[in-house]
């Protein structure tokens, strides 16, 4: 890890493990250009790759010609409606209603460590294990300043980029779009990579070819979303797992963005990440900034699998915080497909003394605890405990479940409020709507505006009262519906367009506090299932629920998806009931299990009515949990096939860091007349270590696993799975 300036070339050169990130200081004018970003590089000045000598339009030299150099010249950061039609980073409106920005290098700083992201998440590492630079731009006819900060780890072969923009001016200035991310680059006829998905079916992989003009996705549901996910590849058309180049861009943000990849006319690729503009502004008065949300960028020529695995250490070692990053999670039981609206104490006491005997650790009740919910219709806001439903009040509840032996957690949905409760009726402005009129409800909810404090105290309240009140250690925190209608009772009608982006500030703040006063506390965030699934969240989060699709089959492209970029121990995940509640499909019990123990595992289903049969294989899963989670959840991942591209079959394994272990899973989805044994070849092991494989007599070495590979046998019927445990062999 090093970064470095070299005062001659005037070039700022990043260098992480593999990968080499390069900027340059061009011209009288110091336009900062973007020189190079790949596979690590030894040289540092290949100012070259600007093209300066070649374009006759260097605007010192040809100032009749400028806005043809800015059209084409390859910029760190690009400004607006001064010559460049492609994509711009930043725009404003100033004091006289113009709009136009333009950057210049002013100064830099380079030290060890890396600055905290003010009411934002942020990736973060201890001084000496972390560099930053530092590059303040100006546009001195503005008197804006931007500083771009790119921070590496001496771990990682991520880098990590933000922005703060300063008004240095008198007066006020509105920004009206920033972005986290430009990078220029010519294109090497790449494809774009992105994840897109919908409820219960999220994070898909999907590839598209890159055609000149803009392609882009994002999200203006105020959550990063079910429908995109906040992150881009571009790769080469023949990647694999284990080679290729791709570049991976992921926003640490939960909120609107855009994500977006442009071709020019000379095949230059431009691509942009931040948050969205569409319904984005930001007042600056004198003196005020606007830190941008922070994105990361990797860089693999090794495939999407190295790609994979940097994005999973980043966030085990750089962004999730809590206690229980490294710790087995409790295995649950959640009564939400169990019962639904329809539980009382006397129904939940019996699933926690059914899931104790086979070795269940925690109760989640879910929706419908509170206020006159029995359906999702009302109370949302109410949060005040039905005694009806609840005989003997919350605190009973969680005594008697704890004398089971169960730890309790609890649902809440704190940032709703239904038209039918008490919340909404004294306090009707207390929800997002535009001034007169009538905001569109959807699952019969309004969103709380929680960019006014005392909405948002009286959802820390209304939350830690009920914490406060019982031994609750674990919190599903959903989020059931997207924002509309977006205005603000609390914000003047020139800070309307804040609103979005001061929403997600604000939960972020609500979680944070949250966190601090319940420092035990386990917290899942969930979005109607997956809905808000993205980095952002679990720098206060360790776990997200993965989907509401909880069928086996359908999770693989899901979990897929997922831990292209997740780690395995963020991926909510359960074993639920058959036929499947979503699409209606039968698993064997044992698959739902299997697939499942890649993710945090529990259970989703009313355990006191299925078979003895599946209740047995409960004791045996939860005997697996507790061999394989520490490899599930610290280990490397590698996919060795995907039923999304094959139609037949899934398999995909973890690797202990120190290579003695190893976990392959296998579902065959469909099976076949007359099928073959079939062959895989397993990744990640040591060649030269020697293992025992499950099923197989002898012991063989790395090398032979990873070249000949394991055989394994066709199973009767479809959904069937097996794991395969995989172990050095000792002395
Ligand atoms: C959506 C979640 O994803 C479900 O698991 C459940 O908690 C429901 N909301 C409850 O309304």
Redesign the pocket.
Known sequence: MNIEYFETSRVFKIDTNSTSYIMAVCDREKFLGHVYYGQKISDSDVNYLLRLNENPFVPSLNSRDRGAFLDSFPTEFSGHNVGDYRESSIEVIDKNGNRGVSLFYKSHSIYKGKKKLYGLPSTFAPDDKCMTLEIHLEDDVLNLEVVLFYSIFEDSDAITRSVKVINKSDDTISLTKIMSVCVDMDDDNFQMLDLQGAWARERQIEYRSIGHGKQSIGSTRGESSHQENPFIGLCDQSISQDSGRIYGFHFIYSGNFIAQVEKNQFDMLRITMGIHPDNFSFELQKNEEFTAPEAVLVFSSEGLGKMTRTFHDLYRNHLIRSPYKNKKRPILINN?EATYFDFDSEKLISIAKEAKTHGIEMLVM??GWFGKRND?NSSLGDWQVNEDKLKGGLKNLVDRVNEIGLKFGI?FEPEMVSPDSDLYREHPDWAIAIQGRMPSRSRNQFVLDLSRKEVADYVYESVAKILRSANIEYV?W?M?RQLSDIGSSGLAPQRQGELMHRYVLAVYDLQERLITEFPDLLLEN?S??GGRFDPGMLYYSPQI?CS?DTDAIERLSIQEGTALLYPLSTMGAHVSDCPNHIVGRTTPFETRGNVALAGTFGYELDITKISNEDKNQISKQVEMYHKYNDLVREGDYYRIASYRENHYFDCYMVVSKDKKKALVTYVQVRNRANAHVRKIRLKGLDPQKKYTVEGMEKAYYGDTLLNAGIVVKNMRGDSQSTLIYIREVEG
């Open positions: 939400w879910d929706d999702d649902w599903k959903d059931n969930c109607g299932g629920w509401d």
